[in-house]
Nanobody, 126 residues
Framework: QVRLVESGGGSVQAGGSLRLSCAYS????????MGWFRQAPGKEREGVAAIYTGGGDTSYADSVKGRFTISQDNAKNTVYLQMNNMKPEDTAMYYCTGVFGGCGDRWYELGRYNDWGQGTQVTVSS
C-alpha cells in the first residue's frame, strides 16, 4: 500500500522560506515521478514541481521557477520542496504524489496520479 506523508508546512511572511518533506513507501517500482501539487481554496489542484527518482530530472511550474527547488534523498525515500522568496499566491494545501516511470512533458496532469498524502498547509502573509 502506497503511503505518502507530507510535513514542513506553516505560516511565513512574504519573502520567507519553507522546506516541505514527503516521506513515501509502498511503491512497487523504485523509479518514479514524484510530484508536489498544491490547491488553494476555490481553485483546482495544480502541479508545482516533479522529480524523477530514477535520475533526478526535475520539472517546475512557471509560477515557481527560480524560487522553488525539488530534490530527493533516495536513502530516506523522501522528496523535498525548498520554497524561497515566497509570495501570498503560494498559499495553499501542498500535496505529495507519485507514479511509476518518468515525469515527461505532461507531469502536471492530475489524471496520472492515484495516491496522495494528507497534505500540509502553507500560508504566506503579506
Amino acid at each position: 500500500q502506497v503511503r505518502l506523508v507530507e510535513s514542513g508546512g506553516g505560516s511565513v511572511q512574504a519573502g520567507g522560506s519553507l522546506r516541505l518533506s514527503c516521506a513515501y513507501s509502498g511503491y512497487t517500482f523504485r523509479r518514479n515521478c514524484m510530484g508536489w501539487f498544491r490547491q488553494a481554496p476555490g481553485k483546482e489542484r495544480e502541479g508545482v514541481a516533479a522529480i524523477y527518482t530514477g535520475g533526478g530530472d526535475t520539472s517546475y511550474a512557471d509560477s515557481v521557477k527560480g524560487r522553488f527547488t525539488i530534490s530527493q534523498d533516495n536513502a530516506k525515500n523522501t522528496v523535498y520542496l525548498q520554497m524561497n522568496n515566497m509570495k501570498p499566491e503560494d498559499t495553499a494545501m501542498y500535496y505529495c504524489t507519485g507514479v511509476f516511470g518518468g515525469c515527461g512533458d505532461r507531469w502536471y496532469e492530475l489524471g496520472r496520479y492515484n495516491d496522495w498524502g494528507q497534505g500540509t498547509q502553507v500560508t504566506v502573509s503579506s
